[in-house]
C-alpha cells in the first residue's frame, strides 16, 4: 500500500487554515491552532495513532474558540477522506479502549461513507485552559460528518476533566489507526455494496 497523505486548506472570514495528515507516519506533529490545550489534544491523536499530522490555524480567537476548534475538526475530517481515497484493502472497523489514570475511554470508527456520531461524555469543567470543553463534541462531530465517518465516543468511567479530554483524543487516534490499517486478505473495499 502506497503511503496515504491528505492535505486540505480552508479560508473564511473566521479561520485560515492548512492541514497535511500522513496516514502511514510515525506520530511526527508541528501543530500551532493558537490553543495550548487543543494543540496539546491533537498531539495526543496524531502520536498515539502514528499520524504525522501538520496544523496551522489562524482564528478569531478574540471572539472565542468555537470557530478555530470547528472548523479544524471539518479540516481534519477532509484530509482523511482525502488520504483514504476509495478505501481498498482497509480493515474500515476500528475500535479502543484507553485507560488514562481513573478515566476508562472509548472509541469506535467505521469508514462507511455514512456519516453519524455519538458522543456520551460528560465535562464538569467549563474550560481546559483557552479550550472551552464542549467544543470537544463539536471537533469530533466535525470530523465525523466531514470525513463521512461512523464515531462513538463514551466515557465509561468519569473523573478528572483533562483526563477525559486526553483519553478522548488518544482513543480516537488508536481506532482510526486500526480501521485504515491493510488488511492483506481484501483486495478491495470492505463493503458488500462494492463501495464506501
Not at 42 to 59: I, P, S
Not at 142 to 159: E, T
Request: negative net charge; glycine residues 10%.
Amino acid at each position: 500500500m502506497k503511503e496515504r497523505m491528505g492535505s486540505c486548506t480552508r479560508k473564511t472570514k473566521e479561520t485560515e487554515i492548512t492541514l497535511s495528515i500522513n496516514l502511514d507516519g510515525q506520530g511526527k506533529n508541528r501543530i500551532d491552532t493558537g490553543i495550548p490545550f487543543f494543540d496539546h489534544m491533537l498531539d495526543g491523536f496524531a502520536r498515539h495513532g502514528l499520524f504525522d499530522l501538520e496544523v496551522q490555524v489562524k482564528g478569531d480567537l478574540e471572539v472565542d474558540c468555537h470557530h478555530t476548534v470547528e472548523d479544524t475538526g471539518i479540516v481534519l475530517g477532509q484530509a482523511i477522506a482525502g488520504a483514504l481515497g476509495d478505501k481498498a484493502g482497509i480493515r474500515r472497523y476500528g475500535s479502543f479502549i484507553l485507560p488514562m489514570d481513573e478515566v476508562l475511554a472509548l472509541c469506535a470508527v467505521d469508514l462507511s461513507g455514512r456519516p453519524y456520531f455519538k458522543m456520551d461524555a460528560e465535562f464538569t469543567a467549563e474550560r481546559l485552559g483557552t479550550l472551552d470543553t464542549e467544543m470537544v463534541r463539536e471537533f469530533f462531530y466535525a470530523v465525523s460528518y466531514s470525513a463521512a465517518m461512523n464515531l462513538h465516543l463514551k466515557i465509561l468511567d468519569a473523573g478528572n476533566n483533562h483526563h477525559m479530554a486526553e483519553a478522548l483524543f488518544k482513543a480516537f487516534g488508536k481506532a482510526l489507526d486500526g480501521a485504515v490499517m491493510e488488511e492483506p486478505r481484501m483486495q478491495g473495499v470492505w463493503s458488500t455494496k462494492g463501495s464506501l
